[in-house]
Structures are given as C-alpha cells and as structure tokens.
C-alpha cells in the first residue's frame, strides 16, 4: 500500500543508509521494503509512535535488514525466490518432522550428520533440533536460557559445523528448524552482565526495579509459569540490589518489548539464525512478550503486533523462511498467532497444535472421543498459507488447557475431570497402566501437568514389565493410531525421538542434580543406538513400532487429500468411542478419505448409514489405505478394532 507519509519516511531512512549499504545490489531487497514498508511503519509506529526518537529507530531496523540479506547467502537468496513462487509449498501432505534434543538423538552435529541415513529410512524430512545456543552449564531450562544467541554449544560443535550440515540438509531435501527464544536471557548473557554492572543501556533492556512496588503490582495478576521449582515472577538479584522479572526461572530474565532496541536486536538476531541456513525458526514464548500491569501479561495485542513487524521484516529480507509460534495457551488464543483479521498467516505460519495434544490424552484415558470432538469442533478454520504442527509429545509437559465449556459440554466437572486426567497418567488412579510424573503442581490452584515418555504413558512401560504380550500389543496399535491421527488431522505431523521405537521413560534424569526437579527430563531420552538397531528384528517392540510408523508415513505422502487446505471435515456419530471425519483433495485425483478412531479398548460398531443420512456420504465398499484391507462390514455397519484407526477409501 502507498502512503505518502510512510514512504517519504522511507525515502529519508534509505538516503542516509551508510554507502556500503548502497552501493550493494538490493534489488530484491528494495522490492519487498517497498511492498511491505507501510505495515512496517503502521506497526512500528503501534509500539513506539510516542518516542521522540521513533524515526531514528525505525531506521536503524530497516538497516538491521538490509545488513542481513546482503550477508544473505545467493543459495539462500534462490530458495527465498523459489519459495515466493511457490507459496504454498510447506502446506503439502510430503512433509513429516522430528524434534530432537541434539546431545541425546546423536550427540553432536557431526553424529546427526550420520544419522540423516536413519531419519529418511522413516521418512523424515524436517528435523527440529531443540535448543543449541549457547547456554549455562548447570541448570538450563533444557537450553532455552542463552548466554549468546549468536554461537553454539562447544558440546553440538562450531558454527562452521551448523552451517555445513544445514547444506547437507539442503542436499537431501531435510528442512532445518532451530529455536529462537524470544522471552529472555540467561542471567549470564552479555546484557545481563553489562546490566548489572550498571550501564543503563542494558538496564533498559529488562524489568529491574528498586524495590517490590512495582512487581507487588504486577504479581496480582500474573500466573506462575514454575509455581513449585520456580514461585513467583521476579527475583531479587543481590549483584544489581534490584527486582528482576524472571516469569520462568530465576536465572532467565525477560526483555523487556516496550524498548525498540530489544525489538531490533531480536530481528537482527532472527535474521542471522536464517542466513545460518534454518528453513524453520520455533519462536519461543511468545505469548509472554508483553508485559502490562492488571494483566496476565499473556496473549497481549502488543505481542501479537511484535510478531507482525518480525514477520513482516523477515519476509523483505529471508522470504522462504518460516515461523512456528510456541504458544500453549487457551485454545481460542492458539488460533490468533496466525493473525487476526486476516486471509492470510501474518504473525506465523504454523502453530503447535496443543489443543488436539491435550484431547487426543484426554481421549486415550477417557476410551472415549467426546471432549477431543466437542474441543476440535470448537476450533476455529486456520488461516490460508498457515498450518498446525501436530504431535503427540515433546520435550515438554502435557497441559491440560481444555476450554472449560467444552468439558461442561460433555458432561464432566472441568476441576474433577482435570484431576481424574492427572491421577489416570501418574499412576494415582487404580487401574491405570500409565507411568507419568506430576509436573507444576501448584498448591494455591490445585492445577497439574504431565511428564512422560508417548510409550510409559500409553501403557506401553507396564505391559513389557508384567511380560503381558496381548496388553503390548495393544499398546503398540494404540501408539500408532495416536500417529496415525498426526497423520492424517491436517498439518505438519511432528514425530518426537524415540517415540518410533517406543522408547520408555528416562528415570535417569533422577541423579543430575540440575535435572532432579524437573520431572520434564522423564520425555527427554538419550538414543540408545543398539536398541534402535533392534528395528529390524522381526517381532521386536522396535519393528513393530518402526515399520508402523513408517508405513503410516509413506501412505501420507501418497495422498494428496493430506495436503492442508482446511479441507477437513468433522463428522458427528452416535458412538461416542469413535472419532471420524473426513479428507478431500482439492485438485487433482480428488481423493475422498474417511478418517475412523476407535478409542476404546473393545470393538465399536460405525453405521454407515447414519454417514450417508446425514452428511450425503457415498463410497461403495471401503478399503483401509494403510493395511489395503477391508474392514469388517455387516450391511451398513463397519466394526472396528479397538484402539484401531483406519484412513479408509473406495476399494479399487
């Protein structure tokens, strides 16, 4: 859009770039300012309109830019080119991810390197390496306390080293996601050093305060994050004599946004990560990047216009790469961080999809799909050019953030049923087979999250210890169902390590002492290479597991109605045990799948009839795509398998 006032701003910031900024080929780069540069300044002008020093810092951000696409690489330039062109292309049904903890996958970035052979061998092609910034040596939060946003670990390897297996990545077609952590530093980050040593510069650029009157003000209405390891959102640092916000821990201290430098610093930073060749950058917290007195100091509309101006900068600079927001907050706010008031993804172009995480377990404890379809029928379409990441587990904790008028809706007490979730996965409940752990139990609200391995919370641990094969097995077609669903839903599925080789929880963590009381360490596992092997001895926990997974894989990519164009459909049935909907391509073959779960631990009759009624469903006689067998049919009656999930299409 053109507005005088914006581009004569523009016309003067571009005049004054240093000469050898100028003098460089920019063609693309001034192409993209100028098609984006009146939300630039709209955006910029949202946060910081009032400083007397708005235009200064408005041009230092779009130099930040520029001095990042000229360091932009023409191989990373060509991408972006490619990319632009093809708009679309991160929403097709080829895509499958891995998170991944670099030190306990493969150790470093040369034992990923040889381990690329493995990952195709299952199919995939995009790996997460969870964060390998530079971070304290004792306690980390799993590494999203930086030291330096710049550099690695000396563990992973050196930059030089990144930026060869990124290329290696490029090669074999493998995108290259990597964190940013947007909320805070470390407390021993250079700024937080330079800030205790009383420059003002850096003092500005967190929450410090003299005494308790302002964080008393802000504490009144902000949750704990940590509320058993970590109580409380400000700590006292004795060095500085001064109150420092630490939302998470009290070694990470949160940057504060109301200053343009911090902005600018963090887009430099975003830009950089790019240009080290990421494809995707997870941006972390960033529900947390707005601070506001009265309020929660989460999901503010001020962090939301952070992430516009980041996206739209990045955009101008490194256009093929993407963003995921880690948001794991309500499900009506999850959406937002794709844009409100928009077509089109203008915040980030995927999301974690924690709501489908949390009622998929829900599900799985409950035998029954009510909540999980009562929740998904309550989420709002996705935008265009956006996707959810789909997954099962992470490094992280199952929260248990449900809409309290979807459990209401399916007649449970949203407290008693939270709780039941709770008791059910961390062994409290009678009966249940589930080895998790309580994670954030807060006294003052009764509220408790979840640690544990995919595997020891299915049942999986319990079953191999009681030497119980039908119960294994049952296990394991649980386990694959639970990625079938990833598969299937609509999105980029997200595989966690070790999951596909039903890799139990990691009890060790229990003797580091910086690990001891963060039962999170449970999900974190270190590969043990010579139990993976055990994929291809036939009858194995490893195989069966391996080889469903993969074969669930190569079928996805097959199919062009897993491509995600909002073309999911839910369809409501009289079997609360059963989850279905459907998937239809948009082009092409037009293809027709009919998505079926069965959560319960018995067979569950699916009427057929009830499908055609009242959602004009027609498909003749139906073959699973995944097995290329016929379910068991009697007249208009499918019966399905427990724990069973079929993706089921007109029989050739």
């Known amino acids: 859009m053109y507005e005088q006032e914006a581009h004569s701003l523009l016309n003067t910031i571009l005049d004054d770039l240093e000469p050898d900024i100028c003098r460089r080929d920019l063609r693309h780069f001034y192409t993209r300012l100028g098609a984006n540069f009146y939300a630039i300044y709209t955006l910029f002008n949202r946060l910081y309109g009032q400083r007397e020093d708005f235009e200064q810092q408005l041009g230092r951000l779009v130099e930040v830019a520029a001095r990042q696409y000229i360091a932009r690489s023409a191989e990373l330039r060509a991408i972006d080119q490619q990319r632009e062109r093809d708009h679309e292309w991160f929403l097709g049904q080829q895509w499958v991810g891995m998170a991944m903890y670099l030190n306990g996958f493969a150790n470093d970035l040369d034992g990923l390197a040889r381990h690329l052979p493995y990952l195709q061998e299952l199919g995939v092609n995009m790996v997460h390496v969870l964060p390998i910034m530079e971070c304290p040596a004792g306690a980390s939060d799993g590494g999203y306390a930086v030291n330096d946003f710049r550099n690695i670990m000396a563990s992973a390897g050196t930059m030089d080293k990144l930026r060869e297996v990124a290329a290696t990545l490029r090669k074999r077609d493998i995108l290259l996601t990597l964190d940013v952590v947007l909320n805070h530093t470390s407390n021993e980050h250079e700024w937080a050093r330079r800030a205790r040593a009383g420059e003002k510069q850096y003092q500005d650029y967190y929450y410090l305060y003299d005494d308790r009157t302002v964080p008393d003000m802000f504490e009144e209405t902000m949750p704990e994050v940590f509320p058993q390891t970590a109580p409380g959102n400000f700590t006292y640092d004795e060095r500085i004599n001064k109150w420092v916000m630490t939302v998470f821990n009290e070694y990470q201290w949160d940057l504060n946004y109301s200053n343009p430098a911090v902005l600018i610093e963090m887009l430099d930073i975003i830009l950089y990560w790019a240009n080290q060749g990421a494809d995707i950058l997870r941006l972390d917290a960033v529900a947390f990047l707005w601070k506001k007195i009265g309020t929660t100091c989460q999901n503010e509309q001020e962090a939301h216009i952070i992430l516009q101006l980041l996206k739209d900068c990045c955009q101008v600079t490194a256009p093929g790469v993407l963003f995921i927001a880690e948001a794991i907050v309500a499900p009506t706010e999850i959406i937002k961080y794709f844009g409100e008031d928009a077509v089109i993804a203008k915040e980030c172009e995927i999301a974690y999809n924690a709501s489908l995480m949390a009622l ?287 993706w089921l299409v007109a029989a050739a």
Not at 631 to 642: K, S
């Open 360 to 646: 998929l377990w829900d599900a799985v404890a409950t035998k029954n799909a009510r909540l999980l379809n009562r929740g998904i029928l309550s989420l709002p379409d996705k935008l265009d050019r956006a996707t959810w990441l789909n997954y099962i587990r992470c490094h992280d904790d199952i929260g248990l953030g449900f809409d309290d008028a979807d459990i209401r809706a399916v007649g449970y007490d949203p407290h008693a049923h939270r709780q039941f979730l709770v008791d059910y996965y961390t062994g409290a409940w009678d009966h249940s087979p589930a080895r998790g752990q309580v994670f954030g139990f807060n006294a003052k609200t009764g509220d408790a999250r979840i640690s544990g391995s995919l595997a020891s919370l299915a049942g999986l641990q319990d079953a191999i210890e009681r030497d119980d094969e039908p119960a294994i097995a049952s296990c394991i077609e649980l386990i694959l169902t639970l990625h079938g669903l990833l598969m299937s839903f609509g999105g980029i599925p997200l595989l966690y390590y070790g999951d596909e080789v039903g890799t139990l929880n990691n009890d060790a963590f229990m003797l580091d002492a910086d690990k001891a009381k963060d039962s999170r360490w449970l999900n974190r596992p270190t590969y043990d290479w010579s139990r993976v092997a055990r994929r291809r001895e036939r009858g194995t926990v490893e195989q069966r597991i391996f080889d469903g997974i993969k074969r669930l894989i190569a079928v996805r990519k097959s199919m062009s109605a897993f491509a995600d164009f909002n073309n999911r459909e839910l369809i409501a049935v009289s079997n609360d045990h059963l989850f279905v909907f459907t998937r239809n391509s948009l082009s092409g073959a037009r293809e027709h799948v009919l998505v079926v779960t069965n959560f319960n631990d018995q067979p569950q009759p699916l009427d057929l009839g009830d499908l055609r009624n009242r959602h004009h469903f027609s498909m003749g006689r139906l073959q699973d795509a995944i097995s290329g067998e016929s379910p068991a049919q009697a007249g208009d009656t499918l019966m399905i398998p427990p724990y069973r999930h079929y």
